[in-house]
């Protein structure tokens, strides 16, 4: 069950210790990912049919599935299932929608005009992902903002099922997004395939999904060593729940769980004001936890998790900037409060009446967020990261004449001449 630690009793080095996560010491993730990249990139399709024998299990005779076949296993859902994916397909629509606010031209100096034009990354890849659990939601908040934002080419990629098909969930959301094909890949080498292209898959310029530590760490490898880029590190989920006396220990349980059930390398952190509340909440997680289908999972990301007692909210708020969550819940009736404190976090659920599931689902803001602290540098998957904000300017003959003098002024200064005469040049003719 959860450990408890007392903030005032934790050092810097103890701090700085219990932030981390995920590590891998001995880099042998980073080896059997390194090992995996260089098969595909070696044998292309044939390595990706091998690996889905040796990890997923399944003897593919063919690496994808077409629109035709897509639309034949949609069939099968329910008009209410196909209802809940239209309502957080409508949401997530209207929320990124917003996101393409157009800017205004900036007269810099008079005659001296500068802007921003957006255009979409031409080819991405989405991974999907499908190991311990397949993630339709994901399908959706990764393929709405690429349509959004008018990505010509987009690669889609998920681990093929024991069935040697995808589920009818993402076979429906692929018809609402108009995809023309899923490939059956998952893992490291679904990322290298993307990166490095193969027979079937295309490279893509783009890179975008969770996933486990393999896909989380091939993406990082394949940012420094391909042209192609990727969104973030999006690893296994993480949540960060501050709660205080005003907080309900079984809604702050449930979302420990929600979040522990993902993988028994997730992470659900409870900081609380509040010694009684931390152990009403781990009475809630001992009757929540063996009730629940996966159990042993959670049980396991429960293990490797802690709760902190802090003495104000304004203390927790330092704790939780410092360990950035993916998700943060301000599990407090003050959540107004503290909400202009918080420097560091992927996605915030305000009060205890929002349980971040309705982020993972359907509020409409994105589900693929930075973790393991990468939510000190990163922001989460939004229409953003799927276009080039190219810059523009024009310079008029006014312009040229305000500001040609100091550009000639400041390429002298650093000894580049021909910069200098390609505006004294204008200014002289
Ligand atoms: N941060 C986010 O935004 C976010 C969003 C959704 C999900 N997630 C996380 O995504 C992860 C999904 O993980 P998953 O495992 O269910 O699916 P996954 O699709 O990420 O990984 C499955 C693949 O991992 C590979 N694999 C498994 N064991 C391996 C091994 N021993 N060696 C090499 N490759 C191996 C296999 O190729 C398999 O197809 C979870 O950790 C979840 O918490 C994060
Ligand atoms: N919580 C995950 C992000 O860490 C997203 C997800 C998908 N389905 C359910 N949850
Ligand atoms: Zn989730």
Redesign the pocket.
Known sequence: MLRIYNYQDLNTDDLQQLVQRNVDPANEIRS?VET?IETVREHGDNALLD?AHK??KVKLDKLYLDKAELSELANALQPEQKEALKTAYNNIYKFHQAQLGKEDKIETMPGVTCWRELRPIEKVGLYI?????V?PS?FLMLGIPARIAGCKEIVVCS?PQKSGKVNAFIAYVAELLDIDRIYFA????AIAAMAYGTESIAKVDKIFG???Q??TKAKTIIQSTTTTAIDMP????EVLVIADETANPIFVAADLLAQAE??S??QAVLVTTSEQMAEAVIVELNKQLPVLPRAEIAGQAIANSYAVIVSSLNQAMQFSNLYAP?HLILATESWEQITGDIINAGSVFLGNLTPESVGDYASGTN???P?STYARAYSGVSVDSFVKKITFQHISPQGIGNIGPTVEILAELEGLHAHKNAVTVRLLN
């Open positions: 059997i995996i690996y990890f997923d992902p499908g190991g311990s659990a993630l994901t681990p998952g893992g490291a080498q969770p996933g486990n393999f896909v999006a690893g296994p989920s993902h993988g390398d997730s993916e589900h693929t967020l973790t």
